[in-house]
């Protein structure tokens, strides 16, 4: 099994621009989630989908939208990137809502924007 | 909502000695305890988790203690190993989604 697949894993933006970052789950899970890794920050959650249909907002929302495509997959789009957004992001998945159970995340992507 | 506080934020020991990292949550209503390592460069790994029904876990060196009247919870590792040598994050349950702590830097020197 792939498990939580994010694309893509490397990118550099210039101020401004916008991109959309792809996660994908196949093990069926209902919930999923953006989360930003910063130094000394930990893991912040950016948006969150507890099923099919329903988005909401996490601790970190200012600057970027969450589109719930299907059951598998969950993208994260920056409208115009800003210094501010250089982190690493990761996509996770769970059935954490009805069970409590193991988030599984992505390998993570590193976005740089200069 | 939610807020997970965890200290230390880095930890040195000695290959062989115990390590304790120490979380504590805010809302009484959380019900889930997961901990998870972070090798460097790769995503986070669940390791153990607890949940409140559950005063202590054990599996091989590593255990969690729960202590819902204080509302904190805490991992200990035992013998540890370089490989040990990670970043742990601690995690609670807010309603439907999973709020982390800020990470403990764990270096084991051989």
């Known amino acids: 099994n792939a498990g939580v697949t994010q694309t893509p894993k490397f990118q550099v933006l210039k101020t401004g621009q916008s991109m959309t970052l792809q996660c994908a789950q196949d093990m069926n899970h209902n919930s999923m989630y953006w989360y930003r890794q910063d130094p000394g920050m930990g893991l912040r959650l950016i948006y969150y989908?507890?099923?099919?249909?329903?988005?909401d907002k996490g601790e970190v929302p200012n600057g970027y939208n969450v589109s719930r495509l299907n059951k598998r997959e969950f993208s994260l789009r920056l409208e115009s990137a800003a210094p501010s957004q250089t982190s690493v992001y990761f996509c996770?998945?769970?059935?954490?809502?009805?069970?409590?159970?193991?988030?599984?995340f992505g390998q993570g992507t590193r976005l740089t924007v200069v | 909502g939610e807020n997970v506080e965890q200290h230390p934020s880095t930890l040195s020991v000695q290959e062989g000695d115990s390590a304790v990292i120490k979380c504590t949550y805010s809302d009484s209503a959380s019900n889930y305890f997961p901990w998870y390592k972070q090798e460097l460069g790769k995503r986070p790994q669940l390791i153990i988790d607890?949940?409140?029904?559950?005063g202590e876990k054990k599996d091989q060196r590593i255990a969690v203690t729960l202590n819902k009247t204080a509302k904190h919870f805490s991992l200990h590792i035992t013998e540890t190993q370089p490989e040990d040598s990670a970043v742990y994050f601690c995690?609670?349950?807010?309603?439907?989604?999973?709020?982390f702590g800020t990470g403990t830097r764990l270096l084991v020197s051989p």
């Open positions: 995690a609670a349950t807010g309603f439907q989604k999973l709020v």
């Open positions: 989908s507890a099923s099919e249909g329903t988005t």
């Open positions: 996770a998945s769970s059935e954490f809502h009805i069970t409590n159970t193991e988030a599984f």
């Open positions: 607890i949940r409140s029904n559950v």
